[in-house]
């Protein structure tokens, strides 16, 4: 009876000491993640605020609107290999240059949109992004919803958000459009919250610790979107 129990103490504490392993990995993957999203809004921040204060980089977006094209299309073919080929987010250093660039070309996008509103305006919403990104977050790691399980219904969320977007192109009703942005504001909060809790990973479905630059990079590109819609609902543009 005795070397039973001793074999089930020892079973127990080879679980313990695994399960306290997992969550130190898991707990530095968090951390990981983090800091690659501080560092990206560090430089959209950065981006954006010379392309308002500075008159050479201002006089530059506004008579070179080509160079939208190229950020774009930059945006899509770094994005698309980290999504579409798990190999390439986690081979270092290929996955920070191609996470770097799509920041930069992100960034230059959401600089030039900025253009066309009041620097305070522009502050505002920023301030307004900040404070529902956080509330979202810490719902998202304190609730015990399982949000990981809303994949499939996100999915047909966007679809639709997609359509009536491409209906938007044409139908240019200012009530429309604010009913499109509300939407878009609804959708991308819920998808960071979905996005945090995958990379919390406290639920079933997680992301792989070795997959932190596709982590940090859904939920970078769920802040900028709830911040865009922000501030197509709340900005004030310059006369």
């Not at 560092?39 to 605020?49: G, K, N």
């Not at 204060?53 to 930059?74: A, E, K, T």
């Not at 987010?89 to 509103?117: D, G, H, Q, R, W």
Request: hydrophobic share 50%; proline share 2%; with cysteine.
């Amino acid at each position: 009876m005795s070397n039973y129990k001793d074999e089930s103490y020892e079973i127990m504490d080879e679980d313990i000491s695994e399960q306290q392993i997992q969550q130190s990995i898991r707990l530095g993957f968090i951390r990981k993640v983090y800091g690659i999203i501080s560092f990206q809004l560090l430089i959209t921040t950065i981006v954006v605020y010379f392309s308002i204060y500075n008159q050479f980089l201002n006089r530059f977006m506004i008579s070179n609107p080509g160079f939208n094209y190229l950020c774009f299309f930059g945006v899509l073919f770094t994005e698309i290999p980290i999504f579409c080929c798990p190999s390439v987010a986690s081979k270092v250093p290929l996955n920070y240059v191609l996470l770097l660039i799509f920041t930069l070309c992100e960034s230059y996008l959401v600089a030039y949109m900025t253009l066309i509103y009041e620097p305070l305006s522009v502050l505002m919403c920023a301030g307004i992004t900040l404070a529902l990104v956080l509330g979202l977050t810490l719902y998202a790691i304190f609730t015990k919803t399982d949000m990981t399980l809303w994949g499939g219904g996100l999915v047909c969320l966007s679809v639709i958000f997609f359509i009536l977007s491409l209906i938007g192109i044409f139908y240019r009703s200012l009530f429309y459009q604010t009913l499109l942005n509300c939407c878009g504001l609804f959708l991308f909060s819920l998808y960071l919250m979905y996005d945090t809790q995958l990379v919390i990973g406290k639920n079933k479905n997680l992301i792989s610790t070795d997959q932190y630059i596709i982590g940090a990079l859904m939920i970078y590109i769920d802040i900028i979107s709830i911040f865009i819609k922000i501030l197509l609902l709340l900005g004030k543009k310059k006369k």
